[in-house]
């Protein structure tokens, strides 16, 4: 790394954004593992990064990666997490729209909506190119939308969840 | 901010409380502490090493703790990990020497022992020393004299593993003139040279002695040798007989056994490959032999590369005179085959698979070569198949592994080598295999086309339809009974022809099986090496489908359209990639190309360090 990075600080600074990141793509309950995890093999790796822009693209791809691992160790190793209490608020529908996408879409919804990411820098945080970007985001989208219109039974008309 | 956007993003801040950053930084600092204290406890035979590192700042040092950390760890984890070292090619436990001989495995330690693997072909061998050859070995009277004769050949393949561990091979020769390479064709259709000629586990499934009886539900498929569920009945197996048995007849005899066709973890260094080449076609009475060359360091066929490195060594295949190609067909001939020859040389259906680290390979993961490839076809002028690549003439997975030789080929080269897109994938976890079923659900009307597999979607509903059964819950196991249930009969057709090719396996019943000495065909002649080698996670865990062995190449090419057509526009690499199957051609480089490759996609320095400029060196060999 250039003379002069702060690790620390960085790591001050990026904290709450990655932590946040993992959470989208693993639930809340692995996020702090997969997030110190990221932090730390960027830690290792700091001698082959150049400048703090290659920091950012090595510390989301790898955030991804470890976290879509937990993921998938924990689809496959345990019993799926409980599902929370039904509740018809927007809120809670909106998060088991979200938890029913795969992990990738959800960390390219998070960049995309959350952190305002363009497709361009989706696309190098993850390690792919514009165009997967641009798909994975639509295509979740549209899924969201999908879940959501699926109303439960009872459940009123609502003008305004419709995802675009 | 869109309304809509808005409502989205405050349902993601609410979906990812309770995951506190406070805890994240701390424990990073920890962590960070952590390794400082073990790396300075540690750091003597580093400033040894390199003492300019330590004018270094921090980092630096930090990036050396780490390692250390790294090696620690992966030292104190070896017994139990090396079987599997550099096939979990992005794991980080890839870095260290076994130095006993494990149980069931013969150790390699003089170049005598490395002769001798041919005398049993189906063992577990482990390389205990780094061996050199003389020069003086390959003259007349050494004891090689003319040349390294390859260990197994197509008609008795080598079938066993072979762990390199971690070891050098320097000053391999091999040589093989024209007529060599046509007595070398022992089964009519292929030569095979490099230090092993023919490395295969399928190969005794092929075996003409057995007979096969594959029973299900009262159903009695009664093959001849071959299971075939396609041709055989005009029909698929459907996919709810997964559970098929076959029945051993006692009375024959078996002649090739294990899960093999492994080669791992070596290092071939100084090296020379000189084979010379005079195609020929030759009209036998009831078939058209045509000689296939296949030509690499490692092998000139294997069905599994892992971990190797082939350093400073040169290959080179000569297209030869018509001279020699008359004597070919003299050669058949005298085998008494009643030949007609026409035109024997320069039209000749002439296959040349030529790679820096094998010849062809259904699987490269984790090399690294930089081999000098020299290919000339010379008066040939018709070379149907000049499959030439600096890792594999031919390969159906070529993964995390880098390039950085020179090719001269007047027979045209594929970078890497050519990957094989009428393939299919070996092993799945069942996951991944369940996603594949779903999605073949409903396709139709397959077809290939210029080079490019295509299908139709038979249901209108086809989204709905197959993401109900995702939501459903449904398995490529259950695919059946949810279709029958629910009144789709008309899918599951596509589906059910894929499953009927693979088994359902745990590894614990792989163990079983091997702990109880079964005929592993029974099970899909999968070993837990070569399951871990097709898949990266732990696989002790997972269930998996194995393709049956038997399956031919054009019902690879059925199975392929079925999963190119599922998946279109590429997706099925991605797929792989994804999900850690390794199929295709991911993380893996031609240097020439891009000398400033990034190493980015997966954990590079876990298995792999890279000096400056230089080609990257597996840390096992370093």
Known sequence: MYDGFDFDAYLTSQAAKLTGYCAAITGPADAEDAAQEAFLRLWQN???????????????????????????????????????????????????????????????????VVEECGYDEIARRLGRNEAWARKRYSLARRKLETILAERPKGDSPCTNTTVN | MHEHDRELKEALETYVLGADPVRVRDGVRASIRAEQRTANERTPWIRKENPMKRKKNWTAIAVAAALVVILTAAVAAAPAILNYLNARAVQRDSVSRLTQVPDGWIG????????????????????????AFEESDFEDGGRFAGGWTPIGDRKNPFFGIFNGNGHTLDGLVIRASAEDVFENSASYSSSCWGLFGYAAYSEYMTVESYDQHVAEDGLDLNGDGIIDPLDQYGQPIRADAVGVHVILDPTKELKHWGGGGIVKNLRLTGGTMAIEYAPVKVNAPDNMTTVSLYAGPVAGYADHVLGCMVEDFSVTVTGTGEDDARAYAEYWERQGFPITMEEPYRRAGLTMIVGGVAGEVYQIDSCAADTAITVRAGEVQTVSRPLVGGLGGVMAACVTSYYDGTISSDAGEYGIGFIRKDDVPRLLPADVMDEIAIRAAFLDNLSYQDGVFTGKVYADDYEAKTEALRKAGVTAATLNEYLDANGMHDGGWQANKLMAFYYKRTAAEVREALAEDTWLGSLGAVSLDMAQSLYTDDINDVTFYVLDPDTKQREYGELSKIISAAFPDGDFEDFCRENHVKYGAYYAYDLREDPECAFEGFDFGAIWTREEGGLPVPRLFK
């Open chain 2, 108 to 131: 390699v330690y003089t170049i005598e022992d490395l002769d001798a693997i041919r005398e049993d072909l189906g063992a577990n061998y482990i390389l205990m020393a780094d061996l």
């Open chain 1, 46 to 112: 700091l001698g082959r990064i150049p400048n703090e822009a290659a920091a950012n693209a090595f510390l989301y791809k790898t955030a991804a990666r470890v976290s879509i691992d937990l993921v998938r160790r924990r689809k496959r190793f345990r019993e799926p997490d409980p599902a929370p209490p039904a509740d018809d608020s927007l809120s809670s529908r909106m998060s088991g729209a979200l938890a029913a996408l795969k992990p990738e879409d959800r960390a390219v919804v998070w960049l995309r």
